[in-house]
């Protein structure tokens, strides 16, 4: 890849790609009519993978034939779950692609591996139903949208929280104008981790698991149990919570406000509470983006957020809070409140709304079905997703631009248009990760 690669030159290189996704065609199957059941693939069987093949397992006219994960427990499980031997069990994620008669797959490897099988999924002719978040780099989102674009697959990001019942109120209460004109929205994600995940020596990987595979696209490393266990808190395989957690907080942030990107990001912190580790990103860490005019902010607002791994103590340890003239909201899972301001007869912080969470029984996997039925009504009628892959690509940027500017050190500005970072050189050589041999981020 070049040094700096606009939107424009990153989409010419990856027309080269074309020979590769004309192989993967050539098997795909015609679509499901909204009557058919719906054969499915799960790619990464770990805990969440397992956990949103459930919620789709739990939903009408869904079954699944084939699971692939590089490590043979947890593939082993997933068949387990899934069916027992009937489901076929795949090492390579490219044969369980090549079976014709699956028509969509969950794609809940760790970050680094989201992106390459769902391009290799839409070149298959399969839809996706991708975790998020949508990748490592700016770079490699913007190719897994093109390539939905480019075979006409549905993609849907696992931000589950779109399609929770409060949330959806949430935004419309936004949109309506309750809040008046908002200013600035917190967002955070705090938990308690101390004393961190220590310092482990380098040693042969697991016999059950296929290392080089693993790290793929990534550096050639050796096997260290924390990159594997916390790959989150590694350069090459995530962004620490300010990615991984926080496209849930973005996504919805986006969706009140009307909004894609930010112009400009910022970004300190440092290991300012952990003992001795070999993580690379912060255990300390706040980002700062501004966002332009939109149809709610109508003068732009800042979008503050924070992670902290040494302290969980707040009211809500994962959630957001809207500021505006009229009133403030806090939002997460459990629900939300709007507190007024001191005007118009009310009380400053008077609690003027509030509605909680509608799931009840085991909120996290009646959530993902929640979505699922979502995604699985638009495979069935071939529709574009609330949550689509853009939506999922746009909401993962911003946690990518703070990480950036932590990197280099310094405020960046955001070209959104041609995804680019302006006047830094060093900065927009992030913008888009390098692969390793033989692995290619073509489309």
């Known amino acids: ?17 074309v020979a590769v996704a004309q192989t993967y065609a050539a098997g795909a199957k015609a679509h499901p009519g909204p009557h058919d059941t719906i054969n499915m693939g799960l790619i990464g069987c770990g805990g969440q993978g397992r956990a949103v093949m459930e919620a789709h397992r739990r939903c009408v006219g869904v079954r699944f034939l084939a699971v692939s994960d590089v490590n043979s427990k947890r593939r082993a499980a997933a068949q387990e779950q899934a069916g027992g031997s009937s489901v076929l069990a795949f090492h390579d994620y490219r044969e369980l692609l090549d079976q014709k008669d699956i028509h969509a797959v969950v794609v809940a490897t760790n970050g680094h591996w989201h992106v390459l099988p769902t391009i290799h999924a839409c070149q298959a002719g399969k839809d996706v139903y991708l975790e998020k978040p949508v990748g490592t780099s700016i770079g490699e989102g913007r190719a897994a949208v093109e390539a939905a ?21 949430a935004v419309e209460a936004i949109q309506a104008g309750k809040l008046g004109e908002i200013s600035e929205v917190k967002v955070w994600d705090f938990d308690y981790l101390y004393p961190g995940m220590g310092n482990p020596p380098d040693s042969d990987p697991p016999p059950e698991l296929d290392w080089d595979f693993w790290l793929g696209p990534s550096p050639k490393v050796p096997y260290n149990p924390n990159r594997y266990s916390y790959h989150y808190w590694f350069r090459d395989y995530g962004g620490a919570w300010q990615v991984d957690w ?34 690379e990103w912060p255990d300390t860490f706040v980002g700062i983006l501004e966002y332009p005019p939109g149809p709610v902010a109508k003068k732009g607002f800042i979008l503050q957020y ?9 009211q809500r340890s994962h959630a957001k809070c809207f500021f505006g003239t009229e009133g403030s909201m806090i939002l ?25 969470n509608a799931f009840r029984e085991n909120v996290h996997l009646e959530s993902l079905q929640a979505h699922a039925e979502v995604f699985l009504d ?17 909401a993962t940027n911003p946690g990518h631009l703070m990480n950036i500017s932590w990197l280099v050190g310094r405020k960046i500005r955001w070209d959104a248009e041609r995804e680019e970072i302006l006047d830094d050189p060093e900065a927009n050589a992030l913008v888009t990760k390098k692969y390793r041999p033989p692995w290619k981020l073509e489309i």
């Open 378 to 394: 638009c495979v069935r009628n071939r529709k574009k997703p609330p949550a689509d892959i853009e939506v999922g690509h746009y």
């Open 246 to 279: 926080a496209v849930h907080h973005y996504e919805i942030v986006h969706w009140a406000l009307g909004v894609n990107a930010p112009v400009a990001a910022a970004a300190m912190g440092g290991f300012m509470c952990f003992e001795p580790t070999n993580i």
């Open 306 to 314: 924070t992670f902290r791994g040494g302290c969980r103590r707040e």
């Open 149 to 169: 674009k480019k075979y006409d697959r549905v993609v849907q990001i696992g931000t589950q929280q779109h399609s929770w019942p409060h949330y959806q109120r």
């Open 332 to 356: 997460d899972r459990s629900g939300y409140t709007i507190h007024a301001e001191a005007r118009g007869g009310r009380k400053l912080g008077e609690e003027i709304e509030t509605v909680p």
């Open 1 to 17: 890849m070049p040094q700096k690669t606009s939107r424009r030159q990153f989409l010419e290189l990856a027309a080269a790609g």
